[in-house]
T-cell receptor
């Protein structure tokens, strides 16, 4: 079974530029998550989709961050314009949503450096 | 407000000995707890979990203990191996029926020495 795919793996941009990240979840996983992991911290949830609907985006800085999940499969996360404090690893995860199981499966992440 | 805390940023253990990683939480709504392991340049990998209706769950060399009254859980690795060297994250979620809402701790870096 293929895992969660993310691209690009690394991105360096200047502040005020825009950037987009792509995620392909595990086949059949209804729920998709985007996390931000700043160095030295644990992953922090930005947005959660169930199929193509948003379940939770309470921690997404909506003035600069946006995300979509078209057709309930792939997802993109965009930052426009980027700030220095957006430097982090952006992780995508997906889950099967069977009752009683709460495991999320993570992709390798995209390391963003904003200069 | 750090709802899941891992107070030890790092731990060094000799190969063959027991590694004990600790995690504390403050939110009484949390009912399900997970441990993830992360190698450099990779995403976190699920390791083991425990429901609040249990106080122990075992999977091979890995055992998780939950003390709900103390809001404390621990991960025991016996015996520790060099390949266990990684960052370990504790995570917690309330029972939501299906999809989880994980809150992560800050991680503990485990180094297993020869």
């Amino acid at each position: 079974e293929a895992g969660v795919a993310q691209s690009p793996r690394y991105k360096i941009i200047e502040k005020r530029q825009s950037v987009a990240f792509w995620c392909n979840p595990i086949s059949g996983h209804a729920t998709l998550y985007w996390y931000q992991q700043i160095l030295g911290q644990g992953p922090k949830l930005l947005i959660q989709f169930q199929n193509n609907g948003v379940v939770d985006d309470s921690q997404l800085p909506k003035d600069r961050f946006s995300a979509e999940r078209l057709k309930g499969v792939d997802s993109t996360l965009k930052i426009q314009p980027a700030k220095l404090e957006d430097s982090a690893v952006y992780l995508c995860a997906s889950s099967l949503d069977s009752t009683g199981t709460y495991e999320q499966y993570f992709g390798p992440g995209t390391r963003l450096t904003v200069t | 407000d750090q709802q899941v805390k891992q107070n030890s940023p790092s731990l060094s253990v000799q190969e063959g000995r027991i590694s004990i990683l600790n995690c504390d939480y403050t939110n009484s709504m949390f009912d399900y707890f997970l441990w993830y392991k992360k190698y450099p340049a990779e995403g976190p990998t699920f390791l083991i979990s425990i429901s609040s209706i249990k106080d122990k769950n075992e999977d091979g060399r890995f055992t998780v203990f939950l003390n709900k009254s103390a809001k404390h859980l621990s991960l025991h690795i016996v015996p520790s191996q060099p390949g266990d060297s990684a960052v370990y994250f504790c995570a917690a979620t309330p029972f939501t029926g299906t999809a989880s809402k994980l809150t992560f701790g800050t991680g503990t870096r485990l180094q297993v020495t020869l």
